[in-house]
Every structure is written in C-alpha cells, then in structure tokens.
C-alpha cells in the first residue's frame, strides 16, 4: 500500500506513536458527546415522528388511513346518522359519525401515510415518545388518548431559507398581482381621461372672459374630481371582499 | 512504647495511602478514559460526577457470592488475590516520598533489591490464580503472565542498575540525595525502559495479552468473583501507584523540584506520580494490545539492549566525571 502512495517525507520513527496519543488528548479536551436522556431531554429535529394525534373534529371516517396503513394498525367503526333538512322542503342528508379511532403502537412502523393521506388534517406527528407500557395491549391507543396527543403537536416549523413558496401562497400572489395589474391599468386610464379632462376646461377658461379664470377651474375641476375616486371604486366593488380572502387563507392556515 | 507508637503510626498512614491511591487512580482513569472516547463516564454514584463509582462497586463486589471452583486447588486459590496485592503494600512502605525521616515508611539500605524482588512477588499471584483455577483460559493467561514476567524483569531491573551505578548506591534515599537535574537527560533512556516494563509486568494495556478478554476471557482471573476478584484489580491500580512511584523516585528526582525541595517536597512526589499515571491510562485508551510475539519481541530486542546501552552510558559518563 505504501508503495503506491507518492513519495512522501521518511517517517520519523514512533511518529504514529505520538499521533495515536495526540488523538486521544484531543479528543479528552473536546466536549462529550453524551446524551444524558432521561435527566436532560433531547433536542429533537422538526418533524419528529414520535407519535400521531388525531383532531377528529376534521375525521369524517372516509378510512382512507385505514386503509394505506401498510400494517393495519388503525382501528376505526363508525355509524352513519341522518340529519333533517335544514330548510323547508329541503332533502335528509346523512353523515357518518366516529365511534372508535385507535392506533396500535405496537404494530405502527411510524412511515407516516396516515398522515399523508388524510384529506381533511385529521391526523398529525407529535414528537412525545415516552408512552413505553409494560402491557403490549395498552400501546393501543383509543381515541381520547390520540386526541390527548393532539395538545402536544407543535406548530409546522418555519420555510427553510431559499426554499419554494407554498403553492397555495404562489396562487394567491398571483391572482392578487393580476388584479392589481388590472387596477393600475384602470386608474391609468382614469387619469388619462381626468388630464383630458382638465386640459378640455383649461381650454374653455382659456377662451372664456379673464375675470373668470378664478372660477373657471373650479367649476371645471368639479366633474373631474370625483372620476377620480369613481374610477376605482368601480372595481374596488367586487374585488374588495374576494381581495382579502385568498392573501389571508392560506397564511391563515400556515400559522 | 514511643516507638511502638511510631511504627503503628507509619504502618497506618501507608496502609491509607494504599488504599486510597489506587481508588483515585482508578477513579481518573474511569474519567479520563471516558473523556478520551468523548463520553462522560461515571455520573451518578456519590451524587457529584460519580465520584463514588469505586465504592459503589466495592460494595457490590462484596456482596456477591465467594465461588470456588469444584475442581480447582482451593487453598491456592484463595490465597492468590493476597498474594497478588500484598507486594504492593510492602513496596508502598519503602518509598520515600520527602525528603525528611517522617516522609517515608521504612528505610531500607538495599532499596532496589528489595523493591524490585517484591514486585516480582506479585506477578507470582496471577500464576498461582492461573494454575489453580483449574481452567484452560486461566492456565493460557497464568502462563503468559509467566512469558511476560521472564521478558520484561530483565530490562526493569537492568534499567534500575543503571540508575543505582549513577549515585553509587541501592537506598532509595540515598540515590534521590545523590540526584541533579541533569540526570533526566543521562537516564532518560533507562526511564523509559523501566516505565515501559513495569507497564509490561503490571499487565497493563498495551501489554495485557494475559487478561485479553477476546481471546482467553479473563486470563487468571476468569474464574474469580466478588472481593476476591476485587483485590486482583486492586492489585492492579496499587501496582499502578508503586510503578509511577518508583519511576519518580528512581529517575525524575522524587522530591526534588525547580522550587520548595524543603517544605513540599512530597507534593513534587505526589505531582510527578500523579502525571505518570495519567500517562499509563493515556496509553492505555490509545494503544491496541500487543501479540504475544509483538510482546516477546520488544522485550528482547528493543529494551534489552536499550537497557544495556542506556548501562554503558552510565559507565562512560561515571567515569568520565569521577
């Protein structure tokens, strides 16, 4: 092996010696790496998967979670209930309601496609991992236990810096940029059309008497002022609740 | 009745000592040793960094259960643990630490003799528990602790002759008055011939082919449980602080120091034997275990004649200034 490296300084006898000893006085003056766990808690990365909480206010029993789980550790019975019409005249709806949600920790390999695949957020990683039993039978946990879960779910950790905006915030953006867009080419035009305007009285007055120049603008301006206001608030009209709803929704839903 | 007093005064302080120093050599290299791999080591027993893991473990030791083996040879057995740890007592009693008349346990006008056939005593502990035990693994580690002890002797006591040609006598004392600082570089070679075969003869890692637990399990001591295992790795530790002792007083001057020769003395003592252990638990956690041939082979053809050399040197220098 040596014989294939290039030529290199002669080696001074016991110099391996002394770096295998150097080494572990480095090493003794770094700090330790040492978990001292049940003492001091770990600091754990985003996006723990320590175990799952439901929120089954958003559960509408579709068993989708039920059914990709790889290993078939969620239980899940329901019932199904009809509601009355609301308005008279209205049809009967009906509506499933959950009877029982448990997972089974023992079998739950922690891939997360329950989590995945709930349409409707009802499933989310807490990063809790202290829930080891003595019994396997009470690693099942039934609904209240996954709703007690729940509390302990943190908020999804901030954007990595540079990353991809949210689809959701890009669609947005670019809905509100269309329409801003579109309001600047109107209140352009409305100014075009306000200087044509006020050129035209500037002319009149021009033609008009002298001693009138001090209410020949005024009156002239009197029309023109309000196109001013009037020109946007033509579209304002609409856009001005739709404006909000799709900048706000999404932050909404992220904080 | 007063000196009888004297000598129950100087038996207990140096049986403490004995007691004591190992456990906090032992101690270090729990922690030094966890640190050199990045870990914490201890950190619960006594409450402050597990200071009092040693007597923790001294307690459970005690409590285990004393097992002899059926087929070994009983007396032998029993007795070998003592006869492993007494050496180092006895060899604690003649080091001097100061230089006054209280520093030290004994004077003995033949001081190297005496050390060096008393150390020699001890390793006759592991061949006693290797052929007693009645085990094939005790018997391979009895017999290379015997391999080892026949190689190594030689260089220590060869390296030790040196030093005693240099004062032009075998007292300890009386080669520590007899030391100047320019002696470190004359005997630097011999030092470390001696420390290097004392490692070898303690079986300490680097040289710890007779305990290796991935081939033999436990050498001698496979068989051994409860106090009487916890003597022999007293044993060890003790073997510990008589080396690093020795290897203070014989070649870096023992109480002699740049300052306070006078009053502290001992602390230079004590400093000098403290940073030798260090190093003998640095080269523990740094060096893998030698073979057995690797073992043989720096004995005989790199000590000896380092030791021998390093005896030459002495001589010309001798005369060359007598």
Known sequence: MSESLPPTRPRIPGSGLAKGLAVTLRTMTKKTVTAQYPDVQPELPPRSRGVIGLFEENCTVCMLCARECPDWCIYIDSHKETVPAAVEGGRERSRNVLDRFAIDFSLCMYCGICIEVCPFDALFWSPEFEYAETDIHELTHERDKLREWMWTVPAPPALDPGAEEPKEVAAARKAADKLAAAQAAEAAEAAAAQQAAAEQAAAQADQAAGPAEAAGPSEGAAPSNPTGPTGPTGPTGPTGPSDPTPNSGPEGGQS | ?322
């Open chain 2, 1 to 322: 009745m007063n000196d009888a007093l004297d000598v129950a005064v100087r038996l207990v302080v140096v049986f403490v000592v004995f007691l004591v120093l190992p456990l906090v050599v032992g101690q270090t290299e729990h922690k030094v040793m966890a640190h050199m791999q990045g870990r914490l080591g201890p950190m619960y027993a006594g409450g402050f960094h597990g200071w009092a893991q040693l007597v923790a473990d001294g307690v459970k030791f005690a409590q285990k259960e004393d097992i002899v083996p059926a087929a070994a040879d009983r007396r032998i057995f029993q007795l070998a643990p003592a006869v492993a740890l007494l050496p180092y007592l006895l060899v604690l009693v003649v080091i001097p630490i100061g230089p006054s008349e209280g520093a030290v346990g004994q004077v003995v006008d033949a001081g190297i003799f005496f050390v060096l056939a008393v150390m020699g005593v001890g390793v006759l502990g592991s061949l006693m528990a290797g052929w007693a035990s009645a085990n094939k693994f005790s018997l391979l580690g009895g017999l290379r602790t015997a391999a080892q002890l026949l190689a190594y002797e030689l260089p220590m006591l060869l390296a030790a002759a040196s030093v005693a040609m240099a004062a032009g006598t075998v007292s300890l004392p009386g080669i520590l008055n007899a030391f100047h600082w320019w002696w470190l570089p004359w005997q630097i070679v011999g030092a470390l011939v001696f420390f290097v075969a004392g490692l070898a003869e303690l079986q300490r890692p680097p040289f710890d082919m007779p305990v290796a637990d991935s081939e033999i399990i436990f050498g001698a001591y496979t068989e051994y449980t409860g106090l009487r295992f916890a003597l022999f790795l007293l044993a060890e530790y003790a073997g510990i602080v008589v080396l690093c002792g020795l290897t203070t007083v014989l070649f870096l001057g023992g109480w002699h120091g740049p300052w306070g020769a006078d009053g502290l003395g001992w602390v230079w003592t004590l400093l000098k034997t403290a940073v030798l252990a260090f190093v003998v638990i640095w080269l523990r956690v740094s060096y893998p275990r030698l073979r057995e041939d690797q073992l043989q082979k720096l004995a005989w053809t790199t000590l000896i004649p380092l030791a021998l050399a390093q005896i030459a040197l002495t001589g010309i220098v001798k005369v060359a200034i007598s």
